[in-house]
């Protein structure tokens, strides 16, 4: 029997888990909750492994009949997955770009053991801009070819290396999010400045390993903006969209094209765009890790996703393409 670890960072008990989470508020707690239990409900239902999953005394109880597992005390979190990891085969890590979260724990584990992306991968997709002129020079659409263009009439500032929407601001024209950029960025937080897209904001779920990059579903994701620009995540509607008709068709293209410009995207990995009435879809930032649009996606695909993330990492191992 295979061990396999779970641990999402939010519910996961480490010490610097919980100083994440005291700033994360309630809702990506809860959405960090829901993207643990859905990974360990689908592991579950796999005979050949025994699951265990990373918890706190608020993230109680853990999907019967998965073995709770708790850091010690003052262990941070990369201690605890590095020491995680030596026990199982297989280790799943739910966890934000955000100040090299997820990559310090890729870090800690054996890439033979890690389900997911590689370090090089995460280092390029925990920045936004970095990310868009990687993709723009391999010929794809983002908010870069928007930034002279006429139409441009708004401007969105947010972290360089954030996750769920948050501290992202809209601004009506770009000197005033000039000004905030300049404002958080001279207070040490590394920013990102964007043309704002029109259209129908969405994001992609794909199963990616080696030369192979699968669409499994297209997501309608909700965003709101209140009265000062401010934007939050909402939610999101898990495969929304049909992939047989032709805007399936395109972003099946789409995904396959930044599969190949992202070579180390592996497992679960999600994008968001905006479908812009004109240009068709453009990329607003690369996810190399679970998103909230795992939760209910394997039953909605009458899939088991988890045992397919599996064994593309043994396939890819099997061929030297960790």
Same mark, same amino acid.
């Given at each position: 029997?295979?061990?396999?670890?779970?641990?999402?960072?939010?519910?996961?008990?480490?010490?610097?888990?919980?100083?994440?989470?005291?700033?994360?508020?309630?809702?990506?707690?809860?959405? %960090?909750?829901?993207?643990?239990? @859905?990974?360990?409900?689908?592991?579950? *239902? /796999?005979?050949?492994? +025994?699951?265990?999953? #990373? $918890?706190?005394?608020?993230?109680?109880?853990?999907?019967?009949?998965?073995?709770?597992?708790?850091?010690?005390?003052?262990?941070?979190?990369?201690?605890?997955?590095?020491?995680?990891?030596?026990?199982?085969?297989?280790?799943?890590?739910?966890?934000?770009?955000?100040?090299?979260?997820?990559?310090?724990?890729?870090?800690?584990?054996?890439?033979?053991?890690?389900?997911?992306?590689? %370090?090089?991968?995460?280092?390029? @997709?925990?920045?936004?801009?970095?990310? *868009? /002129?990687?993709?723009? +020079?391999?010929?794809? #659409? $983002?908010?870069?070819?928007?930034?002279?263009?006429?139409?441009?009439?708004?401007?969105?500032?947010?972290?360089?290396?954030?996750?769920?929407?948050?501290?992202?601001?809209?601004?009506?024209?770009?000197?005033?999010?000039?000004?905030?950029?300049?404002?958080?960025?001279?207070?040490?937080?590394?920013?990102?400045?964007?043309?704002?897209?029109?259209?129908?904001?969405?994001?992609?779920?794909?199963?990616?390993?080696?030369?192979?990059?699968?669409?499994?579903?297209?997501?309608?994701?909700?965003?709101?903006?209140?009265?000062?620009?401010?934007?939050?995540?909402?939610?999101?509607?898990?495969?929304?969209?049909?992939?047989?008709?032709?805007?399936?068709?395109?972003?099946?293209?789409?995904?396959?094209?930044?599969?190949?410009?992202?070579?180390?995207?592996?497992?679960?990995?999600?994008?968001?765009?905006?479908?812009?009435?004109?240009?068709?879809?453009?990329?607003?930032?690369?996810?190399?890790?679970?998103?909230?649009?795992?939760?209910?996606?394997?039953?909605?695909?009458?899939?088991?996703?988890?045992?397919?993330?599996?064994?593309?990492?043994?396939?890819?191992?099997?061929?030297?393409?960790?």
């Amino acid at each position: 029997m295979k061990r396999i670890f779970v641990y999402e960072t939010l519910s996961g008990g480490a010490q610097a888990a919980e100083a994440e989470d005291r700033i994360a508020g309630d809702d990506l707690f809860a959405a %960090g909750l829901a993207m643990r239990n @859905a990974i360990a409900a689908d592991l579950l *239902l /796999l005979d050949d492994y +025994e699951v265990s999953v #990373a $918890t706190c005394s608020r993230a109680m109880p853990v999907p019967a009949p998965a073995r709770p597992v708790e850091p010690k005390e003052g262990e941070s979190a990369a201690d605890f997955v590095a020491r995680q990891s030596d026990a199982h085969h297989l280790v799943w890590v739910v966890a934000p770009e955000t100040d090299g979260v997820l990559a310090r724990l890729q870090a800690c584990v054996d890439p033979a053991r890690w389900l997911g992306c590689d %370090g090089p991968v995460i280092a390029l @997709a925990s920045g936004k801009r970095s990310t *868009l /002129l990687h993709l723009a +020079e391999a010929g794809i #659409a $983002t908010p870069l070819a928007f930034e002279h263009a006429r139409e441009t009439a708004r401007w969105v500032v947010k972290p360089d290396d954030g996750a769920g929407g948050l501290a992202t601001r809209l601004h009506a024209d770009r000197e005033a999010a000039c000004e905030d950029w300049s404002q958080r960025s001279r207070a040490g937080q590394p920013m990102a400045i964007e043309a704002w897209v029109e259209g129908q904001a969405l994001s992609l779920s794909l199963l990616c390993s080696a030369g192979r990059t699968e669409l499994l579903s297209i997501n309608r994701q909700q965003i709101a903006i209140d009265a000062e620009g401010g934007l939050s995540y909402e939610g999101v509607e898990v495969n929304a969209l049909p992939l047989a008709d032709a805007c399936g068709a395109a972003l099946n293209a789409l995904a396959t094209r930044v599969g190949r410009s992202m070579t180390g995207l592996r497992g679960f990995v999600g994008i968001d765009l905006v479908w812009h009435a004109q240009r068709g879809p453009v990329i607003i930032e690369v996810n190399p890790r679970v998103t909230c649009a795992y939760v209910g996606l394997s039953q909605a695909l009458g899939r088991n996703l988890a045992a397919e993330v599996i064994a593309s990492h043994l396939r890819d191992a099997a061929h030297g393409d960790l």
